[in-house]
């Protein structure tokens, strides 16, 4: 895989040729002051796929199971105000 390095100002004059370069195959360093900020990669399709090369990689640990829903992990106990307390006492 080709990987090229591009400044932000060169980028916004260049932007269809740089998709179409990446739609090639290359990757696309964006830099910003001479760091890198940026990528562009080609698409490599759905996210089950993606997933899976960054497995195969080694690049994540994962069984490949649903991820779960996290539950509430701060709960709130509603101590009564003073103002709900006059309110109470005045009724």
């Given amino acids: 895989m080709r990987e090229q390095s591009i400044g932000i100002r060169e980028l916004k004059a260049r932007l269809s040729q740089c998709v179409r370069d990446v739609k090639d195959g290359a990757t696309i360093v964006v830099t ?5 900020v940026a990528r562009l990669v080609p698409d490599t399709g759905s996210v089950d796929d993606r997933l899976g090369a ?6 994540i640990l994962w069984s490949g199971r649903r ?10 106990i509603k101590k009564p105000t ?5 309110v109470e006492n005045r009724g």
Avoid at 32 to 36: D, K, V
Avoid at 54 to 59: A, E, F, M, V, Y
Avoid at 67 to 76: D, M, Q, Y
Wanted: hydrophobic share 30%; glycine share 20%; proline share 0%.
């Fill in 67 to 76: 991820l779960g829903g996290r539950g509430a992990t701060v709960r709130t």
């Fill in 82 to 86: 003073v103002a709900d307390i006059l």
């Fill in 32 to 36: 910003e002051h001479g760091r890198r």
């Fill in 54 to 59: 960054l497995k195969d990689s080694g690049s």
